[in-house]
T-cell receptor
Framework: GQNIDQPTEMTATEGAIVQINCTYQTSGFNGLFWYQQHAGEAPTFLSYNVLDGLEEKGRFSSFLSRSKGYSYLLLKELQMKDSASYLCAVIDSNYQLIWGAGTKLIIKP | DAGITQSPRHKVTETGTPVTLRCHQT?????MYWYRQDPGHGLRLIHYSYGVKDTDKGEVSDGYSVSRSKTEDFLLTLESATSSQTSVYFC???????????FGPGTRLTVT
């Protein structure tokens, strides 16, 4: 079966750095997405990785290791507005998008 | 932001009644998707469309049907609503199956 694992919940302090991990076991790989979802709202696209390495976009970075089936989302200089759920999703060999259950990130002042 | 709207935004209906949710896009994207999101399950694909009149089932398609007669509209119908279909329903669009998906604001459906 296909599976994506993320921690259910994480807590971090305003101004700090947090890393949200995602491991996947899928039938093939054609890319990995990270989305942000605030409570009661729709998911919004954050980043896309298809090659190994780090993609940086402002305070957010996403890393991929295809050989390890592993990705992480790194959030720097945390702000209260970063409190949200973060969803990892993988495109498999049939171009189906497999979604993780999401990580709820709580930011404390 | 991608131009995607969903209607209605909220609906309460009774068990056994048919319900239709509408997704409308102004981006001319080829792919459209219907998901449901429930606590602890994440996003689950119900049906998707890869062009006008071209649709396929997702992982949780039982009890749902879809239609796409125009590029901009994708309809989701619950043929006979059940309490297990109480959920938040999201529509999404993408240019291709490899591209990021953009989501509509969601419809909160309650079946009593």
């Amino acid at each position: 079966g296909q599976n994506i694992d993320q921690p259910t919940e994480m807590t971090a302090t305003e101004g700090a750095i947090v890393q949200i991990n995602c491991t996947y076991q899928t039938s093939g790989f054609n890319g990995l997405f990270w989305y942000q979802q605030h409570a009661g709202e729709a998911p919004t696209f954050l980043s896309y990785n298809v090659l190994d390495g780090l993609e940086e976009k402002g305070r957010f970075s996403s890393f991929l290791s295809r050989s390890k089936g592993y990705s992480y989302l790194l959030l720097k200089e945390l702000q209260m507005k970063d409190s949200a759920s973060y969803l990892c999703a993988v495109i498999d060999s049939n171009y189906q998008l497999i979604w993780g259950a999401g990580t709820k990130l709580i930011i404390k002042p | 932001d991608a131009g995607i709207t969903q209607s209605p935004r909220h609906k309460v209906t009774e068990t056994g009644t048919p319900v239709t949710l509408r997704c409308h896009q102004t981006e001319n994207h080829r792919y459209m998707y219907w998901y449901r999101q429930d606590p602890g399950h994440g996003l689950r694909l119900i049906h998707y469309s890869y062009g006008v009149k071209d649709t396929d089932k997702g992982e949780v398609s039982d009890g749902y049907s879809v239609s796409r007669s125009k590029t901009e509209d994708f309809l989701l119908t619950l043929e006979s609503a059940t309490s297990s279909q109480t959920s938040v329903y999201f529509c999404a669009i993408s240019e291709s199956e490899e591209n990021e998906q953009y989501f509509g604001p969601g419809t909160r459906l309650t079946v009593t």
